[in-house]
């Protein structure tokens, strides 16, 4: 289990799945945010708390964020919000967890592949 909370505690989320790696985007919302995302089915993540949410574009999925601290969370899958993927921002975690976790670059930019 991972647990990750906002920088004031008003949002904890736990992760029940263990990530082959963690991914940092350069899509244009994911480079300002600096956020690296680890993602399981929406049945393995446990949100507490409440969030504010951010859509955009072809609005398929929401950024949530902590509505007093503005951290940003976990993006949700509005398509399949019951049964899709979800992401959460493991920079959130404990450090000596995220950094446990192997890190890929992923253009999301430009290519839409991995970059390594």
């Given at each position: 289990?991972?647990?990750?909370?906002?920088?004031?505690?008003?949002?904890?989320?736990?992760?029940?799945?263990?990530?082959?790696f963690?991914?940092?985007?350069n899509?244009?919302?994911?480079?300002?945010?600096?956020?690296?995302?680890?993602?399981?089915?929406?049945?393995?993540?446990?949100?507490?708390?409440?969030?504010?949410?951010?859509?955009?574009?072809?609005?398929?999925?929401?950024?949530?964020?902590?509505?007093?601290?503005?951290?940003?969370?976990?993006?949700?899958?509005?398509?399949?919000?019951?049964?899709g993927?979800?992401?959460?921002?493991?920079?959130?975690a404990?450090?000596e967890?995220?950094?446990?976790?192997?890190?890929?670059?992923?253009?999301?930019?430009?290519?839409?592949?991995?970059?390594?």
């Amino acid at each position: 289990m991972i647990t990750t909370s906002c920088h004031c505690g008003a949002v904890t989320i736990e992760f029940d799945d263990r990530p082959e790696f963690a991914v940092a985007c350069n899509c244009s919302i994911c480079r300002r945010l600096g956020s690296h995302w680890i993602y399981s089915q929406t049945s393995k993540i446990r949100i507490l708390g409440e969030t504010k949410a951010y859509a955009h574009g072809d609005k398929n999925i929401a950024f949530h964020s902590c509505p007093t601290c503005a951290c940003t969370t976990h993006w949700s899958n509005l398509n399949e919000p019951e049964t899709g993927r979800m992401a959460v921002n493991v920079r959130l975690a404990d450090p000596e967890i995220s950094k446990s976790i192997p890190l890929r670059h992923f253009d999301g930019a430009d290519s839409w592949t991995f970059l390594d």
